[in-house]
């Protein structure tokens, strides 16, 4: 039985609120458990110098947790993010701009925000999932703008947390099983059943290929539910 009373392969309680924010572009307030994101997508008309004169257009993305977000109060953050957010928010652009059409944008930059509001595990995660709704509706608002003429985005994404703990294959760990397990991974998938990204690593001992096949499986199987839930997100008005 697991901490909260869920099946192995069963997620935390989920909800999306679509447009969660009034003067975003395109936005998403994710709920995951006691996991709770606000992700805003902002358009500029702008790209990073490197872009420029290219034709083609960026997604970018930054990371925080608010201080009392989790147990312990953290600092807000400086001019300069920490390595953990630096590295959580580089996942997060990659990921999203694997399933955007970035020509399609011409040259502007779409900056999706992905801020904690509660933390118990899984943020990076749950901030993919609901980054893919904002960004969905921010495109949305550059095709009414006429800012675009076709549709930038490729396909779905979602993401989600597997992990070992004692000795059990688990999906979407809470901040409790997630500090005990013995590997804990972070799984990136497309509603095709392609993988952007595996996060894992073993904390104790080394896992082995059926293992991670069950992992994986485990990871297929939220990932799946999670896209149904972000187009039910979407349908709704």
């Known amino acids: 039985m697991r901490v909260d009373g869920r099946q192995l392969d069963e997620l935390r309680p989920v909800e ?8 975003a572009e395109g936005s998403c307030l994710i709920k995951m458990g006691d996991t709770h994101m ?35 109060r953290n600092n807000r953050p400086g001019i300069k993010p920490n ?11 990659r990921c999203l701009r694997t399933v955007v059409d970035l020509e399609a944008l011409g040259e502007r930059t779409i900056t999706v925000d992905c801020d904690a509001l509660l933390a118990d595990g899984g943020t990076r995660t749950a901030s993919i999932t609901a980054a893919y709704v904002a960004l969905y509706d921010a495109l ?15 396909e779905a994404v979602a993401a989600v947390s597997v992990g070992v703990v004692g000795n059990q294959p688990m999906l979407d760990l809470c901040y409790e099983e997630d500090s005990r397990a013995q590997t804990d991974m972070n799984v990136v ?16 001992d080394p896992f082995s290929a059926e293992v991670l096949g069950k992992m994986l499986s485990l990871a297929k199987v939220g990932v799946t539910e999670l896209i149904g839930l972000q187009k039910q997100t979407l349908e709704q008005s």
């Open 38 to 72: 606000l992700v805003t997508a902002t358009v500029e008309d702008r790209v990073p110098p490197f872009l420029r004169n290219s034709g083609q257009g960026w997604v970018t993305a930054e990371y925080s947790m608010l201080p009392r977000s989790g147990r312990q």
């Open 189 to 204: 998938m497309t509603e095709s059943g392609n993988f952007i990204e595996i996060q894992g690593t073993a904390e104790a």
């Open 16 to 23: 999306m609120i679509r447009g969660a924010c009034k003067y």
């Open 83 to 93: 390595g953990r957010s630096l590295e959580i928010q580089r996942l997060i652009g």
């Open 140 to 154: 949305d608002w550059m095709k009414r703008q006429k800012m675009i003429k076709r549709s930038a985005m490729k």
